[in-house]
């Protein structure tokens, strides 16, 4: 995804003074048309990155950049890309505001910070909740929650959140689950209420390596295949790493595969292809997509 390419761009330009934008598109599997995509993309962001072409040339931060591993702790390095990478995944709409500060934090000026803000949801309960889990995490305190599993069914939770993830454009939280006594990762749009309790716990007490990160929310992903008019291409270099396109030339499409959660979000998403899109496996999502569209030639 964009989002991860642009956090991880900026890292590796962090940790080396030059980069061709072959061995980045190379190591992300994408277009070099896609990398100098990004490029202006973090450019406009405030971030002075830029290239030069020609014998020797690359992609660079600007040498006088004071955002550098050894005048920054690695702690505070990890922070503002982290900054970065939620500003990015969130289409946070004030991000004018929001990277002004990073420039600021960038240029080195004291006593400023990240914040991030959620209120971008259409639903008004959700800036409150992340606003919650942010404080919890924070300061490690213990959460009461109210939560809705993709059955609808509702239960009362009490977690201690151990980390947010940001995965096929959705957020989770890893937590502990007190009511499951074991670890459990929540899709944050369907957590109803949260309530901070005074209660500390320990983070070093949990184990939260990848081992213990395997979702059961996330777990249920099928593969799918959509078949696309060529002319998407410039959009789905972008979406989808290079390995997941085959582009058949001569018959002028392509044929994209992936894996994803057969739901509602899944739906909408293959939506936004309508005007590209020629066929879609497994067939049910035809079908339901089909469902969809006449419901709307009904209106």
Not at 9 to 20: A, G, P
Not at 87 to 108: M, R
Request: one cysteine or more.
């Amino acid at each position: 995804m964009k989002t991860d390419r642009l956090f991880s761009i900026v890292h590796i330009l962090l940790n080396k003074d030059r980069v061709t934008a072959k061995e980045l598109a190379e190591k992300f599997e994408v277009s070099t048309r896609t990398i100098y995509r990004d490029v202006d993309s973090l450019s406009m962001s405030g971030i002075p990155i830029y290239t030069d072409k020609g014998t020797g040339g690359g992609i660079s931060l600007l040498e006088n950049y004071v955002l550098n591993k050894t005048v920054i702790s690695e702690a505070e390095k990890n922070s503002i890309l982290l900054g970065l990478e939620v500003l990015e995944a969130t289409h946070y709409d004030q991000s004018n505001t929001a990277i002004s500060k990073l420039k600021h934090l960038f240029d080195g000026e004291k006593n400023h910070y990240i914040e991030v803000d959620f209120s971008d949801f259409s639903n008004g309960r959700q800036p409150k909740i992340f606003e919650d889990l942010k404080a919890a995490l924070q300061k490690n305190q213990t959460l009461k929650m109210v939560y809705q599993n993709n059955s609808g069914e509702k239960t009362d939770r009490i977690i201690d959140p151990l980390k947010l993830i940001f995965k096929q454009q959705r957020w989770y939280l890893m937590a502990y689950c007190h009511k499951r006594k074991d670890y459990r990762t929540f899709r944050i749009s369907r957590i109803l209420d949260t309530e901070i309790t005074s209660k500390l716990f320990n983070r070093k007490d949990y184990d939260i390596s990848d081992r213990v990160l395997i979702s059961h929310e996330m777990n249920h992903m099928e593969p799918v295949t959509l078949t696309l008019d060529a002319k998407a291409l410039f959009r789905v270099e972008e979406e989808f790493s290079l390995s997941r396109i085959v582009h058949h030339e001569d018959k002028g499409i392509l044929v994209v595969t992936f894996e994803a959660e057969l739901d509602e979000w899944l739906l909408h998403y293959i939506m936004t292809y309508a005007d590209d899109l020629m066929d879609i496996k497994p067939e049910f999502l035809k079908e339901k997509l089909k469902d969809k569209a006449q419901k709307i030639m009904n209106l």
